[in-house]
C-alpha cells in the first residue's frame, strides 16, 4: 500500500470510529433522559423498536364508530397508517425501552389484564363504557361499565371529606392512542433524534398504542399531571383510601425500573378491591403482583 492510499485508509477509519461513538452517545442518552425530562428506568425487552404503532395496530383494532373518543385533547393528529409507514430505520438497532417493555399479563380476572408489546391489547378487550357523571375538565370521560360504580363512589366520598377531584383522561380509544403517541415522538425527532429513540424517549411518559390502561377503560388520571399533584390534600386521601373502592397508584416512584413507566402520582388503575388493598397495603406494582400470580 502506497503512501498515499495509506492516508485515505487512515481517514477513512477515523471517520467510521467517530460515527459509531456518537451513534452509542445518542442510545446512552436513553438512560439519562426519560419522557419529558423524567429519569429512564432501563431496557427491559430484548425486541427491537417497530414502526411506531404499525405491529400494534394488526392485532388491535378500535372502529371509531365502536366507542366514545378520546378524554384528552390532541392539538395535531395522525392516522394509524401514516404511523405505520414512518419505520425505524433496521440500522438502528435500538432496544425498546419504556411503556409497554415491562412485564405482561393475561389471565382470566379482566381486573387485571397489563397489556405489553408482547400481548398488546386486541379488539375484543376493548370494554363497554359509559360516560362519567363526575366532575371533569369540562370535557366528556368514559369508563369501564363494570367497574363505574367503584369510581363514583370514590369520587363522591372525595368530595364528602371537602376535596376537589377531576378527571382530565379516562377511556382512550386506539386512534387516540396512537394520534397521541405518534405525536409527541415527532416532535423528538424534530429536535435530531432518531425515530426509535424518540419513541423510546415518549414511551417513558405515554404508553405505546396497544399497552395503555387507558386503552382498558380503567385507569383515570386526576387533577394535573404534575409531580407537585403528590403534595396536595387529594392526592393524600387518594393514597391512604383508594384501595378501599379497588384503585391503586398506577405507577409508583420506587417501581419505575419494572413498570418501566415514570412516577405518575396522578394515575389510578382499577383492580378489584381484594387485589386493590394488598397491592397498596403491601406497597408493590401490579406488575409485580399479577408475577406471584
Known amino acids: 500500500m502506497n ?27 436513553l438512560t439519562a433522559c426519560g419522557g419529558d425530562g423524567a429519569a429512564s428506568s432501563g431496557t427491559s425487552s430484548t425486541l427491537p423498536v417497530s414502526s411506531s404503532p404499525s405491529s400494534l395496530l394488526e392485532s388491535s383494532s378500535l372502529p371509531s364508530s365502536q366507542a366514545p373518543q378520546s378524554s384528552a385533547p390532541s392539538s395535531s ?11 425505524a430505520s433496521s440500522s438502528d438497532e435500538v432496544v425498546a425501552t419504556g411503556a409497554g417493555t415491562g412485564i405482561g399479563y393475561k389471565g382470566s380476572d379482566w381486573r387485571l389484564r397489563v397489556p ?4 398488546p391489547l386486541v379488539e375484543s378487550e376493548i370494554p363497554d363504557v359509559v360516560q362519567i357523571d363526575q366532575p371533569t375538565d369540562g370535557r366528556k370521560h368514559y369508563f369501564d361499565a363494570r367497574a363505574i360504580d367503584n369510581l363514583n363512589a370514590m369520587m363522591d366520598d372525595a368530595a364528602a371529606a371537602g376535596l376537589n377531584l ?5 377511556f382512550r380509544t386506539l386512534d387516540y392512542q396512537t394520534n397521541l403517541f405518534e405525536r409527541r415522538v415527532k416532535e423528538r425527532m424534530a429536535q435530531g433524534y432518531s425515530r426509535a429513540v424518540a419513541e423510546n424517549i415518549v414511551a417513558e411518559g405515554t404508553a ?20 407537585g ?13 383508594c384501595a378501599e373502592y379497588g384503585f391503586i397508584l398506577r405507577f409508583p416512584a420506587d417501581k419505575e425500573d419494572i413498570t418501566k413507566v415514570m412516577y ?30
Request: proline share 2%; charged share 25%.
Open 208 to 227: 405505546r398504542p396497544g399497552t395503555s390502561d387507558h386503552q382498558l377503560g380503567l385507569a383515570v388520571d386526576f387533577n394535573t399531571i404534575e409531580d
Open 229 to 241: 399533584f403528590e403534595k396536595t390534600a387529594e392526592y393524600k386521601w387518594l393514597i391512604k383510601h
Open 3 to 29: 503512501q498515499a492510499n495509506s492516508s485515505f485508509f487512515k481517514k477513512s477509519l477515523l471517520k467510521r470510529t467517530v460515527a459509531l461513538l456518537m451513534v452509542g452517545a445518542m442510545g446512552g442518552a
Open 166 to 170: 377531576f378527571i382530565i383522561s379516562s
Open 264 to 293: 405518575e402520582p396522578w394515575h389510578y388503575r382499577f383492580v378489584g378491591v381484594e387485589h386493590a388493598k394488598e397491592i397498596m397495603s403491601r406497597g408493590i406494582c401490579l406488575e409485580e403482583y399479577v408475577s406471584e400470580l
Open 116 to 119: 405489553n408489546i408482547e400481548n
Open 77 to 87: 393528529k395522525a392516522s394509524s397508517s401514516q404511523a405505520s409507514s414512518s419505520k
